[in-house]
């Protein structure tokens, strides 16, 4: 991992670095000079990956999906991160970043959430560590994802509603840096994706990187090769997509695919497809992709799946772009739906819409009878059955 | 060459009074007639923010101010447009405060030219910090003779005040707290330390307290500890559904004093 590692300064590319009020700079600052030394410690190793393998799960399987392979005349894995404790890869995230706030002498979290999926896993954390936890939640996400905020709330989680702009994943991240900005002292800011502030995009993506790491030890024993054809994942943020790709970047026959959401259609005016309709500007204290006016005023994405609303994409992803490591495709919320039901149908597992994205394109890249196509089934579907049973006709 | 921030501080030296305003609102016309009444009452500066639609380190007036300011219509060319001809009628000083990327949008070179064309003295961006501002924006500010402000807080380095205080040529200013804009601050109780420890490290340039500065109370706090103060949040409030712009500004400005 050199070519598209981040620089000092955070980095990829043209991408990343840290647009932070000054307000931020003391916090920020401190993860910056401190968070590869914590993180390698060989204490804080130990301590992180007793707690993936005995609470969350890990590894997580690489299921070999012998019906939807048939379907699609290939070879079809399936990295099975709806298995993980909580429902999603969130969870490998959130346990890495609590241990981190503990050595920083972080009495408070909060953290900010589409889905809902990165506010349980807070939450959760937050309950087993014992730490008070406030998750900032758009309005609109509140009545979509309704059971994980009742989640959050079993766990002790005190749940905020975003009420500006779209009432979606971006207001809530704003809301959460206020928060941040009126409390730098006692809180970390788990941020939920590869986005914010260098180093919150590298330190999520290394957290996630268990994904790849063990996709590829995986393969080996059930293919006898390391590296497969595709990596395919769905980006919002973009955290379980890098999380997948990340000990890909150098084998550069594997070819990465990330999955946008293109909501009612790219041009529709309601999508959330980044690297077609964005530009580079700074959102977020980074500077990336996103949708925004030529007045550089931000876009309201829409997507179905509350964890794919959201305007941009991680300073990382947004330079996989621009150089063109990985292909970015989209899919409609409709081809999502249809997606849900197939792998429901075909492999007996309900995804989350999320995950649905990255199955929705299988016959658009034309894969070959002896490809072996790894896909980041990144969460479960519980969290969507209210939208499925809308939706779908049974 | 001293430009007319400088002006101000050295001919007033203290008591100074600065007032932000969201460019765009109440109405999108509004600004040119807000300028006037602030500086006939008196005020010293002004700060005319410009909108963006995820101002993050705005509290909910200014964030309010500023979706109606880009619904209105408010963008940084129409600004400029509003400006051009400003300085016959407003001597006093005018700085622009705003995030990083509308001005990355209109192009941040042509911004500062903008800028200096219709006679700005100054500019704030938050997101703009001090390392991506000397790797890349600095000499553009220097090619275009405008002076960039920097923040600091309670938790800003002696150290790095002091560089701060180095790279400025206009004034530092300095937030009153841990806050967003428009906080409800007590400012006696926590705040004198802070400002004691900023009086003690001699700067260079003078200092103007912001963020929770609302009613004569406060005004007086932070005049007995800085040179300045300015005022936001608790003037943007004001301004809401104002039909009389004139005698709002002038209503304002006398229960301050
Ligand atoms: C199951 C699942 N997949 C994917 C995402 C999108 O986030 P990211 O792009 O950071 O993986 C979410 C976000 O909530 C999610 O819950």
New binding site residues.
């Given amino acids: 991992m050199e070519k598209f590692k981040v620089d000092k300064h955070g980095y990829y590319g043209k991408f990343g670095g840290a647009y932070i009020p000054e307000m931020l700079h003391k916090n920020i600052e401190e993860l910056q000079n401190k968070y590869l030394d914590i993180i390698y410690a060989p204490a804080f190793q130990k301590e992180f990956h007793q707690l993936l393998k005995d609470y969350v799960g890990r590894p997580t399987p690489l299921y070999f999906a012998k019906r939807l392979s048939e379907k699609y005349a290939t070879n079809i894995f399936l990295k099975r991160?709806?298995l993980c404790h909580t429902?999603?890869?969130?969870v490998n995230n959130t346990i890495g970043q609590i241990l981190l706030a503990q050595k920083l002498g972080k009495k408070r979290i909060i953290a900010e959430?589409?889905?809902?999926?990165?506010g349980v896993a807070t939450a959760t954390v937050c309950a087993l560590m014992n730490l008070p936890c406030v998750v900032y939640m758009g309005e609109v996400d509140i009545a979509r994802q309704a059971p994980n905020v009742q989640r959050m709330k079993m766990l002790g989680a005190e749940v905020r509603p975003a009420t500006s702009g779209s009432k979606t994943?971006k207001d809530a991240t704003n809301e959460a840096m206020r928060d941040w900005i009126a409390h730098p002292e006692d809180t970390h800011y788990i941020i939920?994706?590869?986005?914010g502030p260098h180093p919150f995009p590298d330190m999520?993506a290394r957290f996630?990187s268990i994904i790849s790491e063990e996709i590829r030890w995986q393969l080996k024993e059930q293919t006898g090769s390391e590296l497969p054809n595709y990596v395919i994942?769905?980006?919002?943020?973009?955290?379980?997509?890098?999380?997948a790709f990340y000990h890909f970047l150098d084998d550069e026959t594997v070819q990465l695919i990330a999955v946008e959401a293109a909501g009612e259609g790219i041009h529709s005016g309601k999508s959330a497809a980044t690297t077609a309709l964005g530009k580079p500007g700074v959102l977020h204290s980074s500077k990336t992709l996103f949708m925004q006016t030529d007045d550089g005023q931000v876009v309201e994405p829409h997507s179905i799946?509350?964890?794919?609303d959201?305007p941009g994409?991680?300073p990382i992803h947004a330079h996989l772009f621009d150089v063109g490591r990985a292909k970015f495709l989209s899919a409609t919320d409709e081809q999502a739906l249809d997606a849900v039901l197939e792998l429901s149908r075909l492999e007996g597992i309900i995804?989350?819409?999320?995950?649905a994205h990255a199955f929705a394109i299988l016959s658009e890249i034309g894969v070959k009878k002896d490809d072996t196509v790894v896909i980041n089934l990144?969460?479960?579907g519980d969290?969507d059955l209210d939208t499925y049973l809308k939706r779908i006709a049974l | 060459m001293t430009n007319r921030i400088q002006q101000l501080f050295k001919q007033k030296e203290n008591n100074i009074l600065s007032v932000f305003i969201t460019a765009g609102y109440p109405t999108v016309e509004a600004l040119p007639e807000i300028l006037k009444a602030l500086q006939s009452n008196g005020v010293d500066m002004v700060e005319i923010g410009m909108p963006f639609s995820d101002p993050t380190a705005d509290g909910p007036v200014i964030q309010h101010s500023n979706t109606i300011a880009i619904n209105n219509g408010m963008t940084i060319k129409l600004l400029f447009e509003q400006l051009k001809d400003i300085r016959k009628d407003i001597h006093i000083p005018l700085v622009l405060m705003g995030y990083i990327n509308p001005a990355l949008q209109f192009g941040f070179d042509n911004f500062l030219a903008s800028a200096k064309d219709c006679g700005i003295d100054g500019v704030i961006i938050p997101d703009l910090p001090m390392y991506e501002y000397e790797h890349i924006y600095g000499n553009l500010f220097k090619k275009h003779d405008l002076q960039n402000i920097f923040l600091i807080t309670p938790q800003t380095s002696n150290e790095r005040i002091q560089k701060i205080d180095q790279i400025s040529n206009s004034f530092i200013y300095v937030v009153s707290t841990h806050a967003i804009t428009g906080a409800n601050i007590d400012l006696e109780a926590q705040q004198v330390a802070y400002f004691d420890r900023i009086k003690t490290l001699n700067l260079r340039n003078p200092t103007v307290i912001g963020f929770g500065i609302k009613d004569k109370d406060t005004l007086a706090f932070a005049h007995k500890n800085a040179n300045g103060a300015i005022i936001g949040s608790a003037f943007v409030k004001v301004l809401e559904n104002r039909q009389n712009i004139s005698e709002t500004v002038a209503d304002f400005i006398q229960q301050l004093q």
């Fill in positions: 991160e709806d429902g999603a890869h969130k959430t589409g889905a809902g999926q990165h994943l939920g994706s590869v986005v999520v996630q994942a769905c980006v919002g943020g973009g955290s379980n997509a890098a999380g799946s509350a964890g794919l959201y994409i991680g995804p989350a819409l999320e995950s990144s969460g479960r969290k």
